[in-house]
């Protein structure tokens, strides 16, 4: 009966053990799985960030580009109506 019970003790010791080697390896697996999501996201992030700082440099030179417009088309008002005025004058 004495062997039996050792018996017993040294399976429930590889089963302890066992269980105990699993549950470590799942642990690490989820770490991982953990660490390489927060990698990955602060890639994606990084990537967001260059993209809107593209767009916002694009964004500046647009309207920078239209003020040039806008100006432009404030001098091209003024000719005509300095146009017309002469015009008016010889008709």
């Known amino acids: 009966m004495t062997h039996q019970v050792a018996l017993d003790i040294a399976q429930t010791s590889t089963i302890a053990a066992a269980v105990?080697?699993?549950a470590m390896i799942v642990v690490?697996?989820?770490?991982?799985?953990?660490?390489?999501?927060?990698?990955?996201a602060a890639a994606r992030e990084?990537?967001?960030?260059?993209?809107?700082?593209?767009?916002?440099?694009?964004?500046?030179?647009?309207?920078?580009e239209i003020k040039g417009?806008?100006?432009?088309?404030?001098?091209v008002r003024q000719r005509?109506?300095?146009?017309?005025?002469?015009l008016s004058q010889i008709g």
């Open 46 to 64: 990084e990537g967001y960030r260059v993209l809107a700082e593209r767009s916002a440099t694009g964004a500046q030179a647009t309207a920078d």
């Open 28 to 40: 690490a697996g989820l770490i991982g799985t953990g660490i390489y999501r927060a990698r990955y």
């Open 80 to 86: 005509l109506a300095a146009l017309e005025k002469l």
């Open 20 to 22: 105990i080697v699993t």
């Open 69 to 75: 417009v806008r100006d432009e088309l404030g001098e």
